[in-house]
Protein backbone atom coordinates (compact mmCIF):
# COMPACT_ATOMS: atom_id res chain seq x y z
CA UNK A 1 0.00 0.00 0.00
CA UNK A 2 1.25 3.27 -0.87
CA UNK A 3 0.04 6.56 -0.28
CA UNK A 4 0.73 9.46 -3.35
CA UNK A 5 0.28 13.18 -1.94
CA UNK A 6 0.67 15.93 -4.72
CA UNK A 7 -0.38 20.09 -5.31
CA UNK A 8 1.94 21.37 -2.96
CA UNK A 9 3.46 24.45 -4.25
CA UNK A 10 4.43 28.35 -3.72
CA UNK A 11 1.47 30.86 -3.79
CA UNK A 12 0.89 34.09 -2.27
CA UNK A 13 -1.13 34.61 0.71
CA UNK A 14 -5.33 34.87 0.13
CA UNK A 15 -4.21 32.31 -2.89
CA UNK A 16 -5.17 29.14 -2.80
CA UNK A 17 -4.03 25.19 -2.95
CA UNK A 18 -5.62 21.75 -3.74
CA UNK A 19 -3.78 18.88 -2.39
CA UNK A 20 -4.37 15.31 -3.19
CA UNK A 21 -3.62 12.18 -1.81
CA UNK A 22 -4.13 8.66 -3.67
CA UNK A 23 -3.85 5.43 -1.91
CA UNK A 24 -3.12 2.26 -4.04
CA UNK A 25 -2.21 -1.55 -3.33
CA UNK A 26 -3.97 -3.74 -1.79
CA UNK A 27 -6.82 -2.13 -0.46
CA UNK A 28 -9.90 -3.57 1.32
CA UNK A 29 -11.15 -0.34 3.72
CA UNK A 30 -9.93 3.02 4.38
CA UNK A 31 -11.31 3.93 7.88
CA UNK A 32 -9.18 7.57 8.41
CA UNK A 33 -7.32 9.61 6.41
CA UNK A 34 -5.78 12.84 7.59
CA UNK A 35 -3.67 15.51 6.59
CA UNK A 36 -0.81 16.64 8.83
CA UNK A 37 1.86 19.62 8.27
CA UNK A 38 4.79 19.96 10.08
CA UNK A 39 7.44 23.00 9.82
CA UNK A 40 10.64 22.55 10.81
CA UNK A 41 11.65 22.72 14.67
CA UNK A 42 7.94 21.30 15.32
CA UNK A 43 5.84 18.98 15.97
CA UNK A 44 3.53 17.35 13.03
CA UNK A 45 0.18 18.44 13.59
CA UNK A 46 -3.27 17.49 12.90
CA UNK A 47 -4.68 19.87 9.75
CA UNK A 48 -7.90 18.05 8.81
CA UNK A 49 -9.20 14.19 9.02
CA UNK A 50 -12.21 12.45 7.58
CA UNK A 51 -13.40 9.28 8.63
CA UNK A 52 -15.23 6.23 6.49
CA UNK A 53 -18.44 7.49 7.71
CA UNK A 54 -17.51 11.03 6.19
CA UNK A 55 -17.52 12.93 9.34
CA UNK A 56 -14.50 15.54 9.06
CA UNK A 57 -12.54 17.58 11.80
CA UNK A 58 -10.19 20.76 11.52
CA UNK A 59 -7.75 22.05 13.27
CA UNK A 60 -9.09 25.23 14.39
CA UNK A 61 -6.24 27.16 12.60
CA UNK A 62 -7.79 26.25 9.36
CA UNK A 63 -11.56 26.42 9.95
CA UNK A 64 -13.40 27.68 7.21
CA UNK A 65 -10.60 28.49 4.79
CA UNK A 66 -9.63 24.78 4.14
CA UNK A 67 -12.25 21.99 3.08
CA UNK A 68 -11.44 18.16 3.57
CA UNK A 69 -13.20 16.06 0.58
CA UNK A 70 -12.81 12.41 -0.67
CA UNK A 71 -13.65 10.01 -3.83
CA UNK A 72 -14.02 6.63 -2.62
CA UNK A 73 -14.08 5.19 -5.97
CA UNK A 74 -10.71 6.37 -6.62
CA UNK A 75 -9.35 6.08 -2.97
CA UNK A 76 -8.53 9.28 -2.91
CA UNK A 77 -8.67 12.42 -0.72
CA UNK A 78 -8.47 16.23 -1.37
CA UNK A 79 -7.46 19.27 0.71
CA UNK A 80 -8.92 22.44 -0.76
CA UNK A 81 -7.10 25.13 0.84
CA UNK A 82 -8.52 28.54 0.34
CA UNK A 83 -7.45 32.15 1.84
CA UNK A 84 -4.26 30.81 2.67
CA UNK A 85 -1.52 32.75 5.19
CA UNK A 86 1.90 32.62 5.75
CA UNK A 87 1.49 30.31 8.67
CA UNK A 88 0.37 27.95 6.57
CA UNK A 89 3.71 27.01 5.23
CA UNK A 90 4.78 23.55 6.30
CA UNK A 91 5.28 19.92 4.53
CA UNK A 92 2.18 18.50 4.59
CA UNK A 93 1.49 14.86 4.77
CA UNK A 94 -1.28 12.41 4.09
CA UNK A 95 -2.03 9.86 6.83
CA UNK A 96 -4.31 6.93 6.62
CA UNK A 97 -5.49 3.77 7.99
CA UNK A 98 -6.01 1.15 5.88
CA UNK A 99 -6.99 -2.80 6.24
CA UNK A 100 -5.77 -4.44 2.89
CA UNK A 101 -8.16 -7.60 3.14
CA UNK A 102 -10.92 -8.79 5.03
CA UNK A 103 -10.55 -9.76 8.17
CA UNK A 104 -6.56 -8.68 8.39
CA UNK A 105 -5.09 -6.22 10.52
CA UNK A 106 -5.08 -2.45 10.08
CA UNK A 107 -2.04 -0.64 9.57
CA UNK A 108 -1.10 3.26 9.70
CA UNK A 109 0.60 4.69 6.34
CA UNK A 110 1.67 8.05 5.81
CA UNK A 111 2.61 9.40 2.28
CA UNK A 112 6.08 11.74 1.17
CA UNK A 113 5.03 15.15 2.51
CA UNK A 114 4.30 18.04 -0.02
CA UNK A 115 5.88 21.64 0.07
CA UNK A 116 3.38 24.13 0.37
CA UNK A 117 4.65 27.68 0.88
CA UNK A 118 3.05 30.92 0.85
CA UNK A 119 4.52 34.10 0.83
CA UNK A 120 5.00 37.41 -1.65
Given at each position: V??Q ?16 C?AS?S??S ?5 W ?6 K ?5 A ?7 TN ?6 G??TF????A??TV?L?M???K???T ?7 N??A????P????W?QG?LV????
Open positions: QLASGGGLVQPGGSLRLSAGIFINFMGYRQDPGQRELVAITSSGSYADSVKRFSRDNKNYQNSLPEDAVYFCNAIRRVGGVYNYGTTVSS
